[in-house]
């Protein structure tokens, strides 16, 4: 689990609550079913208008799963698993990786398609198009939940706008003033809120999970290739070394002797 992300939505959340506990803790102040509907469902319906159905069925639900959890590979593992599927291969044959174990599931699927005996093309085409599916629905996901941070603070000032025109449409009864301030105020609070502490924070740490994600199974691919190539584990580890950052090569190098 990505401890990041909870952490930082739950103390957000904390940091609300706190700051009305301060002012008297009257929590039944800051709900408005007016604002409510009008933020909510407007940048709801807002964001259903830009993209397919389909798009949101998947991408909404596939988005949050991966914003909530951190991939269980790291590059550095990586190499290190694949070095030493090569060495298995080059010792005991491609047919010895079916008993192998392999932890990473994008891994595990190249490894078996060396078992099965496929063609070099075959397998670049089948995990390239696997890698770009897998990321293009974890950018429609993080593009649905940047559109919605985009769409809840306008929507906000439409609640604020709307319940402004009522306040003063209703000004001869001072009764319903207070309720149409609360809407106007609070529509505008809770537009802020839902785009900066939960939709624009979730799209960005999508768009790392993406480049994260892009790295780690772009480093997958060369592997398989390379030992499909039936090329040394020394020489799969020294060209799969240049996907880490400098500060992290020498210590797989030195690892390695």
Request: aromatic residues 8%; negative net charge.
């Amino acid at each position: 689990m990505d401890f990041a992300t909870g952490i930082g939505l739950l103390g957000g959340f904390c940091v609300v609550f706190t700051l009305i506990m301060i002012d008297g803790g009257d929590f039944g102040a800051y709900y408005d079913k007016h604002a409510l509907i009008v933020t909510f469902g407007g940048a709801t319906m807002a964001t259903m208008m830009r993209f397919p159905f389909s798009t949101i069925l998947h991408g909404v639900p596939m988005g949050l799963r991966f914003a909530f959890t951190m991939r269980a590979s790291k590059p550095r593992e990586l190499i290190e698993e694949i070095t030493k599927i090569a060495e298995v291969v080059r010792k005991s044959g491609p047919i010895a990786l079916e008993s192998m174990e392999i932890s990473d599931p994008f891994l595990a699927q190249g490894a078996r398609y060396i078992a099965d005996g496929y063609d070099r093309e075959f397998i670049r085409d089948a995990m390239e198009r696997e890698r770009d599916n897998f990321l293009m629905h974890l950018d429609e996901g993080s593009k649905i939940y940047r559109a919605f941070g985009d769409c809840a603070p306008a929507w906000g000032m439409i609640g604020t706008i709307l319940g402004t025109v009522t306040m003063f449409a209703q000004m001869s009864d001072l009764s319903k003033l207070g309720p149409a301030m609360a809407t106007a105020l609070l529509a505008t609070l809770y537009g802020v809120l839902i785009a900066n502490m939960v939709a624009l924070p979730l799209a960005d740490k999508l768009r790392l999970k993406l480049e994260e994600e892009d790295v780690s199974r772009s480093l997958i691919i060369d592997g398989i290739l390379l030992i499909r190539d039936q090329k040394s584990a020394t020489l799969v580890r020294e060209m799969l070394i240049a996907y880490l950052p400098h500060n992290r090569r020498d210590e797989l190098t030195a690892g390695a002797t």
